[in-house]
T-cell receptor
Framework: DSGVTQTPKHLITATGQRVTLRCSPRSGDLSVYWYQQSLDQGLQFLIQ???????AKGNILERFSAQQFPDLHSELNLSSLELGDSALYFC??????????????FGNGTRLTVT | GEDVEQSLFLSVREGDSSVINCTYTDSSSTYLYWYKQEPGAGLQLLTY?????DMKQDQRLTVLLNKKDKHLSLRIADTQTGDSAIYFC??????????FGKGTRLSVIA
């Protein structure tokens, strides 16, 4: 058990809809990272928050947004959903802002299916 | 930014050794991690090596680092069916974005 909790585990929704994925980081970790995993693209970095502030941005679409709350949990909002957004979405956490000396701890992911 | 390349698939027989290779581009990578993803689960840290080391052994796992060639490998001795998973190489210099490769899917044949 990594200590990172993601909800829900599965989500099925229709095109054009909006969903919110939630992540609770490991106790004591201040950084939260969001990744998207699809079969053809591998693991794509979306965005990182550190102690409530956006720290780094990857290949995140404008239709997607995220935030980290004062209690350090994070939410990833996906809107105007398209079929191609179907994927596994992972949250990871680490203790520091720069993960190079602090490994990432991953949750078990949310599987999003857009129909 | 960082670019990481791994073979997508590897198939080995139970009891044999597995070698998963990784090449990367960021020469300032300080910590080089290997993660394992079992079916239906997230990635879990398997092992890591510091950039000032050439080799690290941890039970059945051996990590080799060739900094000159920017090549990292993971050897699993006496591979078991429970080792079947996707393995991700993750060289990390602290630069963003936080890149992972596509991973190597290891299949162990009984």
């Amino acid at each position: 058990d990594s200590g990172v909790t993601q909800t829900p585990k599965h989500l099925i929704t229709a095109t054009g809809q909006r969903v919110t994925l939630r992540c609770s980081p490991r106790s004591g970790d201040l950084s939260v990272y969001w990744y998207q995993q699809s079969l053809d693209q591998g693991l794509q970095f979306l965005i990182q928050y550190y102690n409530g502030e956006e720290r780094a941005k990857g290949n995140i679409l404008e239709r997607f947004s995220a935030q980290q709350f004062p209690d350090l949990h994070s939410e990833l909002n996906l809107s105007s959903l398209e079929l191609g957004d179907s994927a596994l979405y992972f949250c990871a956490s680490s203790t520091t802002a720069s993960s190079y000396n602090s490994p990432l701890h991953f949750g078990n992911g949310t599987r999003l299916t857009v129909t | 930014g960082e670019d990481v390349e791994q073979s997508l698939f590897l198939s080995v027989r139970e009891g044999d050794s597995s070698v998963i290779n990784c090449t990367y581009t960021d020469s300032s990578s300080t910590y080089l991690y290997w993660y394992k993803q079992e079916p239906g689960a997230g990635l879990q840290l398997l092992t890591y090596i510091f950039s000032n080391m050439d080799m690290k052994q941890d039970q059945r796992l051996t990590v080799l680092l060739n900094k000159k060639d920017k090549h990292l490998s993971l050897r699993i001795a006496d591979t078991q069916t429970g080792d079947s998973a996707i393995y991700f190489c993750h060289p990390n210099s602290g630069n963003t974005p936080l890149v992972f490769g596509k991973g190597t899917r290891l299949s162990v044949i009984a």
